[in-house]
Structure formats: structure tokens, C-alpha cells
């Protein structure tokens, strides 16, 4: 069974930093893209930040630009992400997701749809 696990998550004051972590479990994803998603309360889930099977390429949403940096450890099976610089608007749930096409098989930055893999959410708030 596949799982991706979420943690790191809490809550923090306005500037300050948070480093989630998503651990996969049930396969490898190291051929596979993975990002991350939020989603705050009453709003539809948006893309983050995803990071191509190497890390070699990042990809981020506007909004976390130059705040947010998204690492991964294939041989732990894990990605990161360091949140900085965080705002109240950050404040949401934030979910793990994976590509289950490998990378030769895929486009970057991968479609939305094309992730089938997700994680069940870490509760990040930002106070003000």
C-alpha cells in the first residue's frame, strides 16, 4: 500500500519558518516528480511548489516564490519543504503529492491531474 506521509506542520508566528516533511512508503518515487499543495478553509487546493525526480529542477507557485524551497532525499524516499519568511496567508493545509508516471513519461511541470499520490495533510497557521 502506497502512503505519504505529511509532518512538521504547527503553528508559528508571522516571519517565521516551518520545515514540513513528506515520507513515501509502499514504492519508490525516485523517477517521479512530487510537490506540494495547500489548501486553507473555504478555498480550493492550489499548487505550491513540485520538484522534478532529481531535485534538479523546482518549480513554485507566485506566492511562496523566493520563501519557500522544496529539497528531496531519494534515498530516504522523502521530500522537504522549508517554508520562510511565512505570512497568515500561508495558513492552510498542506498536502504531499506524487506522480505515479515516471518522469520520461510525464511533462514538467506536471499537469495537476497527473498526480495520484496524496498524503492526508499537515495543519500549518501563521499568526499574525
Known amino acids: 500500500q502506497v502512503q505519504l506521509v505529511e509532518s512538521g506542520g504547527g503553528l508559528v508566528q508571522a516571519g517565521g519558518s516551518l520545515r514540513l516533511s513528506c515520507v513515501a512508503s509502499?514504492?519508490?518515487?525516485?523517477?517521479?516528480?512530487m510537490a506540494w499543495f495547500r489548501q486553507a478553509p473555504g478555498k480550493e487546493r492550489d499548487f505550491v511548489a513540485a520538484?522534478?525526480?532529481?531535485?534538479?529542477?523546482?518549480y513554485y507557485a507566485d506566492s511562496v516564490k523566493g520563501r519557500f524551497t522544496l529539497s528531496r532525499d531519494n534515498a530516504k524516499n522523502t521530500v522537504y519543504l522549508q517554508m520562510n519568511s511565512l505570512k497568515p496567508e500561508d495558513t492552510a493545509v498542506y498536502y504531499c503529492?506524487?506522480?505515479?508516471?515516471?518522469?520520461?513519461?510525464?511533462?514538467?511541470?506536471?499537469?495537476?491531474?497527473?498526480?495520484?499520490?496524496w498524503g492526508q495533510g499537515t495543519q500549518v497557521t501563521v499568526s499574525s
Open positions: 520538484i522534478s525526480w532529481n531535485g534538479g529542477s523546482t
Open positions: 503529492a506524487a506522480e505515479s508516471l515516471p518522469f520520461y513519461r510525464s511533462t514538467w511541470p506536471p499537469r495537476r491531474s497527473s498526480y495520484d499520490y
Open positions: 509502499g514504492r519508490t518515487f525516485s523517477t517521479n516528480t
